[in-house]
């Protein structure tokens, strides 16, 4: 779902031209969808989440240069 998608779903819905329902079947999103892009809307002020840090999980086991020697 874009980004553009997700705000125009929340611009309708603050303006009152749909209801949450007409948002949903319109759009294709699911409610779950609808309420997770509007609470992180309404936490941060921006439709997509902020990209993840790349360190989750399990640290590695060999340095790039551990790698490098084999």
């Known amino acids: 779902i874009t980004p553009d998608l ?9 303006q009152g031209i749909l209801t949450t329902r007409e948002i949903l079947e319109c759009i294709g999103f699911s409610k779950r ?12 002020g921006d439709v997509s989440p902020k990209p993840h840090s790349g360190y989750a999980g399990r ?4 340095n790039v240069t551990d790698l490098q020697y084999l």
């Open 59 to 62: 640290p590695r086991s060999l």
């Open 33 to 44: 969808t609808y309420q997770r892009v509007l609470k992180l809307y309404r936490e941060t």
């Open 6 to 14: 997700k705000l125009a779903a929340i611009r309708f819905h603050e």
